[in-house]
């Protein structure tokens, strides 16, 4: 199997404070995760992708700035949402990219529940 | 361009009924295509994938086959359950990045 995980799975903050997601995965090895944001009853926006030991790429519209990503090994990505504001309230989903055995599939981690306030 | 639609939700099916949830896709060349589910406060999780053309997936008694004569993938399920409730994702994928293109998400409702 492959299995990624989130933590944490909620988190409230209030405005101004940064918040950090951590994105793992538990079985395999990924040197590439990508960042998600849905909205309520909407698809999944890419924000970015996470490459291990270099700079993360951002899809147009996302502010590196105010999205810092890390990903410091094969099986840890990290997302903070720095200066966060209400408006930065949503679920945020990681996924990571399993190319095992010469297949190339996404496994996405549970998700984090970030409100702002 | 690149993209994945599926049809318009929601899905409202009784139980034991058949199901079908269509998506069509525009790619250059022939790229994996995936269905996830999503059920209420939770990630997605995979639930069939096929790599090439006429390749079929299925699991947990859902299937889509590949077809790149019509460029869809649609999904389907001889008898659904309650537990099928869900958000349904098709997707296709990017060899060279990586990255999965969505369709806009199509929601089902079993009742019993």
């Known amino acids: 199997g492959a299995v990624v995980s989130q933590h944490p799975s909620r988190v409230i903050c209030k405005s101004g404070t940064s918040v950090k997601i951590e994105c793992r995965s538990l079985?395999?090895?990924?040197?590439?995760m990508f960042w998600y944001r849905q909205f309520p009853k909407q698809s999944l926006m890419l924000m970015a992708t996470s490459n291990e030991g270099s700079k993360a790429t951002y899809e147009q519209g996302v502010e590196k700035d105010k999205f810092l990503i890390n990903h410091a090994s094969l099986t840890l990505s990290t997302l903070t949402v720095t200066s966060a504001h209400p408006e930065d309230s949503s679920f945020y989903i990681c996924s990571a990219r399993d190319r095992r055995g010469g297949s190339d599939t996404q496994y996405f981690g549970p998700g984090t529940r970030l409100t702002v306030l | 361009g690149n993209s994945v639609t599926q049809m318009e939700g929601p899905v409202t099916l009784s139980e034991e009924a058949f199901l079908t949830i269509n998506c069509t896709y525009t790619a250059t060349g022939y790229p994996s295509l995936f269905w996830y589910v999503q059920y209420p406060g939770e990630g997605l999780q995979l639930l069939l994938k096929a790599t090439k053309a006429d390749d079929k997936g299925s699991n947990k008694g859902f299937e889509a086959t590949y077809r790149k004569e019509t460029t869809s993938f649609h999904l389907e399920k001889g008898s659904v359950q309650v537990s099928d409730s869900a958000v349904y994702f098709c997707?296709?994928?990017?060899?060279?990045?990586?990255?999965?293109?969505f369709g806009q998400g199509t929601t089902l409702q079993v009742k019993p």
């Open positions: 079985d395999f090895q990924a040197t590439t």
């Open positions: 997707a296709r994928g990017s060899s060279n990045t990586g990255k999965l293109i």
